[in-house]
C-alpha cells in the first residue's frame, strides 16, 4: 500500500504568466513562442479550442491567427522563472516534502494528512491568490498515479482543479479514461511496442505482470507497471542531484552583425550561466562557448575552452582577442549565442587565490575566450 503524494502542475503555464501582467488577455485566445518567434510552446484553452496545437510554426499560421485574433507573445523565461519560484515557495508552505519536478510541476508528499483532498483544494487556492497562477492537483498512492489524478483534475469539468484517487476502484475509473501513450513515461515510441505484446490500453498495462516488463523492457517501465498498481517505485526527491553541466542560451531576435553586440551578449549569458553555478555552489573547469548561424545558411560549430584551473564562486572570467575581429566579425550573422558550464563541486576547485567567496564583481566577465574568438576567425 501506498503513501499519498500529490502532483501539482500550473496550468498551461507560460500563458498563465503572460496573463498575469496583461489582464486583458482573460478570456481570449493566447499563444506563447519559442525563442525567435519560432513555434507555439504554450497555449491557453481558448488557443486550444481554435486546433492549435504544440509546435505550430507561427510564420506558417499568422494570417490564420490575426484572423482569430490569437494573442501572440514572445517567450520570457525570466519572467517564467520568477513566477515559478514563487509558486514553489507557496507549495513548501503545504507540505515537509516537496520535490520540485520541472518549472511548472512539483510533487509533495502528503502522508499523515487526513484530509489530503481538503488541502489541495486550500493549497490550489492559496497559490492561486498569492501568485495569479492557477494550478491543478492530483493525488494519489504514487507518483505515476499522481500524475494521472492531475490529468483527471485537468480534463474533468467538475473536479475543481483537484482529483483525488485513493482507491483502485477509482484509479480503474480515471485510466480507462485514458490512452496509453497518456502514461507518465510511455510516450509514443514505447506505446506501439507494448501494442505489439496486446497492452494497448493503460489498464492493460497496470495489469501487466511487472517481472516479465522488466524481462521484455527494462526496470524502468516495470516500476511503471507497479507505480500504476499503487505499489510507490519513485522517491520524492527533494535534494536535486548537483548539475553536469549549466547552459544559457538564447536566440537572438533579429540578426547580429557587429562584434561587439555579439560579445556583449556573450557575457551577459556568461554571467547568467556563472550566477546559476554560484547559487548551487558549484564551480566549473571548461567553458563552452557555441554561436550559431541562421541554420538555413551556416552550419553550428562549437568550441570548448578549458581553464587552467576550475573557477570558483568568485571567478567565472573569460578572455578575448578582440583586435582582429573587428573587420572580419562584422561580415557575419549569428542567430544564436550561448555558454554552457561544466560544473564540479566547488568543493573540489584548486587552491586559487583569485576563487575569493563572494557576490562576482560587475564587469568581471568581460570577454570570450581566445578559442572562441578565433573560431569567429574560421
Ligand atoms: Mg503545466
Excluded at 482507491?167 to 480503474?172: G, K, L, M, N, V
Excluded at 531576435?253 to 551577459?268: I, P, S
Excluded at 550573422?333 to 550561448?338: G, L
Aim: neutral net charge; charged residues 20%; proline residues 6%.
Amino acid at each position: 500500500m501506498g503513501g499519498t503524494v500529490a502532483l501539482v502542475d500550473c496550468n498551461n503555464f507560460y500563458a498563465s504568466c503572460e496573463r498575469l501582467f496583461q489582464p486583458r488577455l482573460q478570456g481570449r485566445p493566447v499563444v506563447v513562442l519559442s525563442n525567435n518567434d519560432g513555434c507555439v510552446i504554450a497555449r491557453s484553452n481558448e488557443a486550444k479550442a481554435l486546433g492549435i496545437v504544440m509546435g505550430d510554426a507561427w510564420h506558417l499560421r499568422r494570417a490564420e491567427f490575426e484572423r482569430w485574433g490569437v494573442q501572440v507573445r514572445s517567450s520570457n523565461y525570466t519572467l517564467y522563472g520568477d513566477l515559478s519560484a514563487r509558486v514553489m515557495r507557496v507549495l513548501g508552505d503545504f507540505t515537509p516534502d516537496l520535490e520540485v519536478y520541472s518549472i511548472d510541476e512539483a510533487f509533495l508528499g502528503l502522508d499523515g494528512f487526513a484530509d489530503p483532498e481538503g488541502h489541495a483544494r486550500a493549497l490550489r487556492e492559496s497559490v492561486g491568490r498569492r501568485t495569479g497562477i492557477p494550478v491543478c492537483v492530483g493525488i494519489s498512492t504514487t507518483k505515476t498515479l499522481a500524475k494521472v489524478a492531475n490529468r483527471t483534475a485537468k480534463k474533468d469539468p467538475h473536479s475543481g482543479g483537484v482529483c483525488y484517487l485513493p482507491d483502485e476502484a477509482s484509479q480503474t475509473a480515471a485510466l480507462a479514461k485514458m490512452e496509453l501513450g497518456d502514461v507518465w513515461g510511455i510516450g509514443r515510441r514505447l506505446a506501439p511496442r507494448l501494442a505489439a505484446l496486446g497492452i494497448t490500453s493503460p489498464l492493460k498495462l497496470r495489469d501487466a505482470d511487472p517481472t516479465r516488463i522488466r524481462e521484455r523492457f527494462n526496470v524502468v517501465l516495470q516500476r511503471t507497471v507497479m507505480e500504476l498498481q499503487g505499489t510507490p517505485c519513485l522517491d520524492l526527491e527533494q535534494d536535486s542531484p548537483d548539475s553536469k553541466t549549466i547552459c544559457c542560451s538564447r536566440s537572438f531576435g533579429r540578426a547580429v552583425e557587429g562584434f561587439d553586440e555579439l560579445a556583449e551578449a556573450l557575457t551577459a549569458y556568461t554571467s547568467y550561466a556563472a550566477q546559476k553555478m554560484r547559487a548551487q555552489g558549484l564551480a566549473t573547469a571548461a567553458v563552452v562557448v557555441m554561436l550559431t548561424t541562421n541554420r538555413h545558411r551556416r552550419k553550428a560549430e562549437q568550441v570548448e575552452c578549458e581553464l587552467p584551473t576550475p573557477s570558483g564562486p568568485s571567478t567565472m572570467s573569460v578572455w578575448m582577442s578582440a583586435e582582429e575581429e573587428e573587420a572580419d566579425a562584422a561580415s557575419r550573422v549569428y542567430v544564436v549565442c550561448s555558454t554552457v558550464l561544466a560544473a564540479c563541486p566547488t568543493s573540489s576547485v584548486l587552491a586559487d587565490p583569485l576563487n575569493q567567496p563572494g557576490p562576482m564583481p560587475a564587469g568581471q566577465v568581460n570577454s570570450i575566450s581566445p578559442s572562441a574568438a578565433a573560431m569567429l576567425r574560421a
